[in-house]
Each structure stands twice: as structure tokens, then as C-alpha cells.
């Protein structure tokens, strides 16, 4: 008797298409993973494939270069969070005071407490090596970012709710925490845990101090509402997440 191998089993056009689609996103998320693991410049573009599942050359179809990856890599993680920010600031219809404090509490759980948080770190500190990707952070994330800031500050100004300040420096004065609580989430926190901070009563703490330094007279109630109501419910609780 002749015994006949079993013709290999073919994927569905509809899987393989599913497969295709889903790539793009593969990629990206292989590439996150690499470069805050080892660093933008000791990542190999190979080894972003290999993580991915897929040749090199596949890579090079969707990302030309490992710049343009990360670029991509920012934009999808970081770039599009302060776009729907952006959105939430305008639309939003309570006071100043309240618009702050929720927008620092919502980018730590859409930013600082996901993956995104590493491209932080790794800008801090690799981005002086690369000019290129130093001027699409400025141009893409940091400008929009403080923008948005600032229009809330600004906002508070015009309704009476904050005293008049320089809104440029009460922005950097607002952000520089945030890439603190970063860092330490990415170096000390990672491995001792008696440095490990709660992201989440310093951005309260935070909120408390600039709201009580900002506020007029006229603001002070709606202010102090504004940090209770901003905590996070677990948080007003008493209990742990």
C-alpha cells in the first residue's frame, strides 16, 4: 500500500486577511516592548520582527526605518492620548479647578500607569542622541500637551476662578511631577518597593498646592471640591486597587 502525505493545511483568506490587518499593531506593540526594555539605540530592528512574528523585510513594509517606528510608536501611545485631552478640556462645562485636577488624574491612568509610560522615560533619556526624534517629541507631544495646560490656566484666568500668573511657567510647574513620578516608576519604584510612590495621593497633593496657590478668594470653594471630587473612588474609599 502507498501511503500518500496529507496535503499541508492552508489558512483561510479571511484569517490570513485578520492576520494582515493585525500586524501594524503587533509590530508597534513588539517595538514598545524592545526599546524600553533595552534601550531606542541597542534595539535591532530584527529583533523587533522576531518578537513580532515576522521577517524583516515585512517590517521595513510597514516602518522604512527604526525612526519612523518609534515616531509611529509615540504617536499611537502617547500622540493620540492628548488628542482626546484636548477634546475632553473643551467639552468639558464644570470650573477650572475641576477640569485640572481631572486632567492630571486621567493622564496618569491613560499614561503613567500603562506601557506608554516607558517612551517617557526613554525620552528623558535617550532623545540627546537623536535630533530628530527630539524635535518630533517637541513638535508632536510636548507643544499640544502644554498647550492644552495652558488652556485650562488661561481659561481660570478669564472667568475669575485663578489669579493672573504666567501661564508658561505654571505649566512646566504642573508637568515636571508627572515625569518624576515617571521616573521613579521606571528606576527606584521598580525594584524597592519602600520607594515605590503612590502616583495617585502625589497628584492629589499636587492638585491641593497649585489649586490653593492659584485660586482667588471667589475660586477657594469651588476648589477644594474640585481635589475631593478628582480623587479616584477606590482612593475617597479607604481601600487599595
Not at 525620552?123 to 507643544?143: G, H, K, L, T, Y
Request: glycine share 6%.
Amino acid at each position: 500500500m502507498t501511503l500518500r502525505a496529507s496535503p499541508p493545511a492552508t489558512v483561510p483568506a479571511a484569517l490570513r486577511q485578520r492576520r494582515k490587518e493585525a500586524r501594524p499593531q503587533e509590530l508597534l506593540d513588539a517595538a514598545l516592548d524592545l526599546f524600553v526594555e533595552k534601550g531606542f539605540a541597542a534595539t535591532r530592528s530584527e529583533e523587533v520582527a522576531t518578537r513580532a512574528g515576522v521577517s524583516k523585510g515585512t517590517l521595513y513594509l510597514y516602518y522604512p526605518s527604526k525612526e519612523e517606528l518609534l515616531k509611529e510608536v509615540i504617536r499611537h501611545n502617547v500622540v493620540n492620548q492628548i488628542a482626546e485631552g484636548i477634546e475632553i478640556v473643551r467639552a468639558f462645562e464644570g470650573s477650572s479647578s475641576e477640569l485640572l485636577a481631572h486632567v492630571l488624574h486621567l493622564w496618569w491612568e491613560r499614561v503613567g500607569e500603562t506601557r506608554a509610560s516607558g517612551i517617557l522615560k526613554l525620552m528623558m533619556s535617550e532623545v540627546r542622541n537623536f535630533p530628530e526624534i527630539a524635535q518630533f517629541w517637541v513638535d508632536e507631544v510636548i507643544s499640544p500637551a502644554h498647550q492644552m495646560i495652558a488652556e485650562i490656566v488661561e481659561g481660570g484666568i478669564a472667568r475669575g476662578e485663578f489669579r493672573p500668573v504666567n501661564v508658561e511657567n505654571v505649566v512646566h510647574a504642573l508637568v515636571a511631577p508627572l515625569l518624576f513620578l515617571v521616573m521613579n516608576k521606571h528606576s527606584l519604584g521598580a525594584c524597592v518597593p519602600s520607594a515605590r510612590l503612590d502616583p495617585q495621593a502625589v497628584i492629589g497633593a499636587q492638585v491641593d498646592l497649585v489649586l490653593h496657590g492659584l485660586e482667588t478668594a471667589a475660586g477657594a470653594t469651588a476648589a477644594r471640591k474640585a481635589t475631593k471630587a478628582a480623587a479616584p473612588a477606590k482612593k475617597r474609599n479607604g481601600s487599595k486597587r
